[in-house]
């Protein structure tokens, strides 16, 4: 009859010792199984390493036949090894072989053994392998000698990822955590790149699993807690969350599961059983990682993230690891991977060693998308748990318009995007070849194709795609890079130059629209429940007048007495929008007294996005000159659908029955008052909703630059005139027939379009 563990801590400090020795990777797995028998009082102990074709090998053992050694295999799932790697958890059995997935390996000699205890060994949530014990006798495996399996499996799961193991494993094999994996997300944007990850938030590396001094452990545990609850009270009191989430909600949770005592618990046991404070954090972590990939209820997967982040802000606060966004030194071809980030994270980072962009969230007309997409980053949102996977530096391919990540890819998978990134050279040579041909339809309708920009950067592009100017410049993003806000002297420098490299085309200078998911960190307010529809854009403009007034300042300086055309965003009433327009008169009147040139011309547009406009725009359509629609805005208000939660968004097609009538009506409205409609939402830039613009009568469409070429080649080769009678009799017909998208998609079988 076994007896109780002789002490964690004391095997810990073996094997500390027994990894510092000078062994032969086989000496030192020997010498490590036999250490745990020993201390378990167990008459086996097995490793089994996960290989990167789901076997899980036996690496070594004390206890069963040595000729077992990396004979024997169990595939994941199959027997008590293969269920603990598949499910994560341990096992504990008084009597293994009366259990259902018992898998009797005869090679192994293990028919006299009878109690069982095997736990995974996990890093970051992920499976690398399996640690079991048996006895002869019948044995219950208590609570303290599972935990103890818990915390020696740490330790080996961090000899797995940093050992040399390639003498002991097989040629044409390797270990599954460097396995090549694939993942399904969602595209944001054209277009592959070939590069190294970079991890937004990084993992805190532990250097020191050991603990030379418990007391001391627990005492760096209780200090690092407390210093994490008060910041977390901090931010919750002083409304200060941008640095560290949006939500009000998540902190709540945060500031829950900082006092939750379990958590604690768990992690004082493990400091009890040997561990450093931070090693304590990464091993109660793992579980919570392990859960979370398994988890499908959303809600649940949530507050695991939530609870992940927590330990993670806990490891930084142990181990003084500071997290400095975008100062770290990139590679050449730099992937950013992230579970999430917001759009003024991503322009901190150097741009010009950027290729691509990874996340596990983010819907395709997040703002994080649209200025990935605007720096001419390949970007692919809704890659599942990518983050715990991957590890910086490793080789990653991301593939836009299939929304296909490939981490570590194989030399094959390699070659083949090698080769596709020379066909997408040679689609982009082949757009190139009517750049300058006018994008009329071939029963000769013209399409105005304009870009949307709001980095000077991109401006010269234009040169590239041939496109008619700039329809939306969104002026927000000069702010969001800044450290502090531009002053009009700068603002103007930035206008003018953006007046210059448009040259003699137009370019619409949208105002200010900051706030929901824009966040300018030196302008703070304070928190609210539904961001997207709080203090933002226009309304913020209109209670902060100086900010306006200056913005269009610098607009009507940097036009120097040449054409100006404004765009007003998020106008709600049409009250506002004629408020805007008496600031502007004022700043024009001023300009004029000083005895400075005024424009030639000056146009003032409003956005139509907000739903309650599309019922006033008999009063608000003559008073503008100019109109633009933001479907992506529009859309999730007319949805009450996130735009950057493709949970919800992803339901509601934009260009279904509902929405596209919604648009009709005001292609007819702006019509009616002769006043000139532009898309500048995402959806202009994408295919077949374009033929639905183009459908219901729209002639200006304004997108990323990259989707020119593909929209120009759509209108190159279509008759649209058949596709806007159906698609018109298809609004009227109210019976639930025929969806207009698949109305769309057959219009460009028919007329062979390539979409
Ligand atoms: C829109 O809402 O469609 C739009 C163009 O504005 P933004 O995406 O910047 O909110
Ligand atoms: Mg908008």
């Not at 205890?117 to 970051?124: I, M, S």
């Not at 329809?471 to 502090?484: D, H, P, V």
């Not at 200010?512 to 226009?538: Q, T």
């Not at 070429?709 to 609004?731: C, D, F, M, N, T």
């Amino acid at each position: 009859m076994a007896t109780a563990i002789s002490g964690p801590r004391v095997l810990l400090r073996q094997l500390r010792e027994t990894m510092a020795e000078p062994l032969a990777s086989q000496d030192r797995l020997d010498k490590i199984v036999d250490l745990i028998a020993e201390n378990m009082h167990a008459d086996v102990c097995s490793f089994y390493v996960l290989r990167d074709d789901g076997a899980l090998e036996l690496f070594a053992t004390h206890g069963l036949k040595p000729e077992s050694v990396h004979m024997t295999t169990l595939r994941l799932g199959e027997g008590l090894v293969g269920l603990i790697a598949a499910e994560a958890e341990p096992l504990s059995l008084e009597n293994a072989r009366t259990h259902p997935s018992f898998a009797y390996r005869p090679e192994t000699g293990e028919d006299p053994f009878t109690a069982f205890l095997g736990v995974p060994v996990l890093r970051a949530g992920q499976t690398l392998g399996v640690l079991v014990v048996q006895n002869r006798d019948r044995r219950i495996f208590g609570e303290d000698e599972i935990e103890a399996m818990l915390t020696t499996a740490t330790i080996l799961a961090e000899m797995i990822a940093t050992s040399d193991f390639d003498s002991l494993i097989k040629p044409g094999q390797d270990i599954d955590l460097r396995r090549p994996r694939t993942f399904n997300g969602t595209g944001f944007s054209d277009g592959i790149a070939l590069g190294q990850v970079v991890l937004h938030d990084p993992r805190v590396v532990v250097a020191n699993f050991i603990a030379e001094d418990t007391e001391q452990e627990l005492r760096r545990l209780a200090a690092a807690l407390d210093t994490m609850r008060v910041s977390i009270d901090d931010m919750l009191s002083h409304g200060d969350m941008q640095s560290f989430s949006d939500h009000r909600e998540i902190l709540e949770s945060y500031r829950m599961f900082a006092h939750d005592r379990g958590w604690v618990d768990r992690l004082t046991e493990a400091i009890d059983n040997g561990l450093t404070a931070e090693a304590a954090v990464e091993r109660v972590q793992n579980d919570t990682r392990a859960r979370m990939m398994r988890s499908t209820d959303p809600y649940i997967k949530d507050r695991l993230h939530d609870l992940d982040d927590l330990a993670n802000r806990l490891l930084r606060i142990l181990t003084g690891d500071g997290h400095a966004v975008g100062t770290k030194e990139l590679p050449e071809n730099a992937i950013l991977v992230a579970r999430n980030m917001g759009p003024a994270e991503l322009l901190e980072y150097d741009r010009s060693r950027l290729r691509g962009i990874v996340l596990e969230e983010g819907g395709a007309t997040a703002h994080v998308a649209i200025i990935a997409r605007s720096l001419g980053l390949v970007a692919v949102g809704q890659a599942e748990n990518i983050v715990s996977m991957c590890e910086p530096g490793d080789d990653i391919i991301v593939d836009g318009p299939t929304g296909t990540v490939h981490l570590r890819p194989t030399p094959d998978v390699e070659q083949t995007y090698v080769d596709k990134v020379r066909l997408t050279a040679k689609r982009r040579a082949h757009y190139l070849e009517f750049r300058d041909k006018p994008a009329i339809t071939r029963d000769g309708i013209e399409i105005t194709l304009l870009h949307n920009s709001g980095l000077v950067a991109d401006l010269p592009m234009l040169d590239d795609t041939g496109a008619a100017g700039v329809g939306l410049f969104r002026t927000e993003l000069q702010f969001m890079i800044a450290s502090k806000l531009p002053r009009l002297n700068e603002q103007v420098e930035l206008y003018r130059e953006a007046i210059r490299l448009t040259g003699d085309r137009p370019i619409v200078f949208r105002l200010l629209d900051i706030g929901g998911d824009k966040v300018i960190p030196y302008l703070r307010s304070a928190a609210e429940e539904n961001p997207a529809m709080g203090w933002r854009s226009l309304r913020l403009a209109l209670d902060r007048p100086g900010l306006l007034r200056i913005q269009i300042r610098a607009l009507l300086q940097a036009a120097n007495g040449g054409p100006l055309k404004i765009l007003v965003p998020m106008v709600t009433d049409a009250w506002e929008f004629r408020q805007t327009r008496v600031v502007v008169n004022k700043e024009v009147e001023r300009l004029r007294h000083a005895g400075e040139k005024v424009p030639e011309k000056l146009e003032l547009g409003a956005m139509i996005e907000v739903p309650s406009l599309l019922w006033e725009l008999d009063r608000l359509l003559p008073q503008v000159d100019f109109v633009s629609i933001g479907s992506n805005d529009l859309v999730m208000f007319l949805t009450a659908a996130d735009r950057a939660n493709p949970r919800v968004s992803k339901s509601y097609d934009p260009i279904a029955l509902p929405r596209l009538r919604a648009l009709r009506h005001i292609v007819d409205m702006s019509r009616r008052y002769g006043v000139p409609l532009t898309m500048c939402g995402e959806l202009a830039g994408k295919p077949v909703e374009a033929l639905a613009l183009m459908s219901i009568g729209m002639t200006r469409l304004s997108m990323s630059p990259p989707s020119i070429g593909p929209i120009k080649e759509v209108i190159l080769g279509l008759e649209l005139e058949p596709v806007r009678k159906s698609v018109s009799a298809a609004l009227l017909d109210g019976s639930d027939g025929v969806g207009i998208r698949e109305l769309l998609l057959d219009w460009t079988e028919r007329q062979n379009l390539s979409v």
